[in-house]
């Protein structure tokens, strides 16, 4: 099966620091790919590259056929990203929110599928609140509705599970689990180790900037004793 | 709907939600107008000949908050990735906030036009017509280079600081020409003695504008 | 990196520089022509004009070294617009300061508002902007480019600034700076003389404050590295 996703030789620097060095990987349609790393390790970074929310200096990509980081943003229709932060306006109640969110995209807005939706993610009623009323574990679950309306082969989640109670993890766990039949991409990362080598098909280490290793279903152990052994 | 619209109409309905900075930029230009008045003693003085540049600077003052508030909204929940990692065209997002904030500058300047006329003892009669293109061409000139100058300063740790330090040096032939293009029309000279004014500002609007939205792409992302 | 003064190209560029300015400034003194009512205070024109010339070359360079970097990534074009930026910045600055000593004499008040000095404070403050943006935009790679941006910004911005600023005053003097064409021979033949001085020195130190930031880069590399 050809790739979704090739990066080659991406690198990112703060002030001639290297966050990532050189980063090259590829995903395949229907792979659930766990990003793990410390803190600091430039997970974040890298999805929000991929995502093409930060500038890469060096590095080129190909997403579903399309060259990315060109200035013709329509690689981007193919990827959907949920950040670390909510990416949403507090003023704007759910549905506008989400509204934007399909319409920037180029989707129709479509009434019946939210509700179900937000009836699915336990959000039913709260349709018209601003989003700025709404709790951390509220807008994580919001964010995934989201996810389900839009329509992506890669989606691209950071730390996804976390403030997000039982119910609400299992809810998650389900939605990446249905992406992946339904022959889609997705990477995520997480701190909730044991959960995410669980889901996960593959798992891929960053450390100091670099993809040190790649394992297929690993065990929890292995994934902390290697975290901690990049321990600087 | 195109990209453009979409965030044209998100920019107007987030404006109009709250209000925010049409309330301030109001009170603002209300605030200022009296600071001016009160220190050049508009009631004893003979204050025509300072009139363009009072309410231009306060304009300009003015803008320069609004602007402050328009990228503040995009950093709150980082609400701005949202845009930046949709496949919309980064040239139409640029576009399209430029257009809404200058929709919010001209309403700002329509509703305190008449107090200014109040306070400032302004005859404007006749010269309503010219003076709105003015504001007009000027405005568009202030969006154009004020939605870059927050785009630059919305990704900046201490963007408020360099917002204003940015903004009106390169607003400076738009103050110039506005404020000698409204004293004309206010002392009702035949158009053809200023046009160049007008020329000025049209040729700036076309210029910054084309070259916000080439440049935009670049100063978007971190 | 070998110092900038141990390569030869620099070595002769500098030797070269150094002794035309000479020459130029025995010129200017000592061979050209005293003006009638203005004396000596006419011979700052022998700066002021080429001044002017290397503060707008300096900037041009900044825009489209900003605008290379932005389109192609390399670092080795920032240096460059930086390098344009500071040393136009110097220059305006000297113009800003040359300016008044002459019309001090001449006019009798030091700052009237002229309109080349007018636009030269704007351009000015525009690129105080572009430092600061440098020093506060975030990071390196990030502030680098809002710079670029600025100077493209800026450069664009000069036709404007000098036609409003004009119009702006028209009853205010011009410094007789463009009058310099219809000067005798005497006059005009040491004028170009100086222009290509200031010239050599504005390209010496470009190539000085380019090697000095391409140091700076280096260093900040190995730092990190370290």
């Given at each position: 099966m050809p790739n979704l996703l090739t990066l080659q030789q991406v690198t990112k620097a703060f002030h001639l620091r290297p966050?990532?060095?050189?980063i090259s990987l590829s995903l395949r349609a229907g792979e659930k790919v766990f990003l793990a790393g410390r803190n600091g390790s430039g997970k974040t970074t890298l999805l929000k590259i991929m995502a093409g929310v930060m500038r890469p200096e060096a590095g080129s990509g190909e997403l579903a056929g399309r060259r990315m980081f060109?200035?013709?943003?329509?690689?981007?229709?193919k990827m959907a990203y949920l950040g670390?932060?909510?990416?949403?306006?507090?003023?704007?109640s759910a549905r506008e929110n989400l509204r934007l969110a399909l319409r920037i995209r180029g989707q129709h807005w479509q009434e019946q599928p939210f509700l179900e939706a937000l009836d699915r993610y336990g959000?039913?009623?709260?349709?018209?609140?601003?989003?700025?009323?709404?709790s951390e574990g509220m807008l994580r679950r919001l964010g995934l509705v989201r996810m389900t309306l839009s329509v992506w082969l890669l989606a691209l989640l950071d730390e996804?599970?976390?403030?997000?109670?039982i119910a609400g993890t299992q809810l998650l766990s389900a939605a990446i689990n249905q992406w992946q039949q339904e022959g889609r991409a997705v990477l995520f990362t997480s701190h909730n180790i044991a959960w995410g080598v669980e889901l996960a098909d593959r798992c891929l280490l960053l450390a100091r900037g670099v993809i040190g290793q790649e394992l297929h279903r690993p065990g929890e152990q292995q994934v902390a004793d290697l975290l901690r052994e990049d321990a600087p | 709907m195109s990209s453009f619209a979409v965030v044209l109409g998100k920019e107007l309905r987030l404006e109009w939600r709250t209000r925010e900075s049409l309330a301030v930029m109001l009170v603002f230009s209300l605030t200022v107008i009296l600071l001016f008045a009160l220190a050049f003693n508009v009631a004893a003085t003979k204050i025509q000949t300072f009139v363009p540049g009072l309410l231009w600077m306060t304009y300009f003052f003015s803008a320069a908050l609004g602007l402050l508030r328009s990228f503040g909204r995009e950093r709150e929940m980082e609400a701005y990735d949202l845009l930046l990692s949709s496949p919309a065209d980064r040239g139409s997002i640029y576009l399209a906030k430029a257009s809404a904030f200058l929709l919010l500058l001209l309403t700002v300047q329509i509703i305190s036009l008449p107090l200014f006329v109040l306070f400032l003892d302004l005859q404007i009669g006749t010269a309503l017509g010219p003076l709105l293109l003015v504001l007009l061409l000027a405005d568009i000139g202030i969006s154009a280079v004020g939605m870059l100058v927050a785009g630059l300063s919305l990704r900046s740790p201490r963007g408020e600081t360099l917002l204003p330090i940015l903004l009106f040096p390169l607003l400076t032939p738009i103050l110039i020409a506005a404020t000698r293009a409204t004293g004309a029309a206010l002392a009702l000279r035949p158009m053809a003695e200023w046009d160049m004014w007008l020329m000025l500002l049209f040729t700036y609007c076309v210029v910054f504008t084309l070259a916000g939205s080439f440049i935009f792409d670049y100063i978007s992302e971190q | 990196m070998r110092p900038f003064h141990t390569i030869r190209g620099n070595q002769i560029l500098l030797l070269v520089t150094l002794a035309i300015a000479a020459l130029n400034l025995y010129l200017i003194y000592f061979v050209s022509p005293m003006v009638q009512d203005q004396e000596m205070a006419q011979k700052i024109f022998y700066y002021h004009v080429p001044l002017a010339w290397n503060a707008f070359f300096s900037y041009l360079l900044a825009a489209v070294a900003g605008g290379l970097y932005l389109a192609k990534g390399d670092t080795r074009w920032d240096r460059w617009s930086l390098a344009g930026a500071e040393i136009g910045t110097m220059f305006a600055l000297l113009i800003l300061i040359t300016g008044p000593i002459w019309a001090?004499?001449?006019?009798?008040?030091?700052?009237?508002?002229?309109p080349r000095l007018t636009s030269t404070l704007i351009l000015f403050l525009v690129f105080m902007g572009y430092f600061m943006v440098r020093e506060f935009g975030g990071p390196y790679e990030q502030s680098s480019r809002y710079a670029a941006v600025i100077g493209i910004l800026g450069v664009l911005l000069i036709p404007f600034v000098v036609l409003a600023v004009t119009w702006w005053a028209p009853e205010v003097q011009n410094?007789?700076?463009?009058?310099m064409t219809g000067q005798p021979g005497s006059i005009l033949r040491i004028f170009l003389f100086s222009l290509f001085s200031f010239s050599l020195i504005m390209i010496y130190l470009i190539r000085y404050r380019r090697h000095i930031g391409e140091l700076v880069l280096n260093k900040m590399r190995a730092g990190e590295e370290a």
């Open positions: 966050v990532l060095r050189d060109s200035p013709d943003g329509r690689w981007r229709s670390h932060q909510p990416n949403m306006y507090p003023s704007f959000l039913a009623g709260r349709e018209d609140d601003p989003v700025g009323t709404y996804p599970g976390s403030a997000l109670d | - | 001090t004499p001449i006019w009798g008040k030091a700052w009237s508002w002229e410094h007789p700076q463009m009058e």
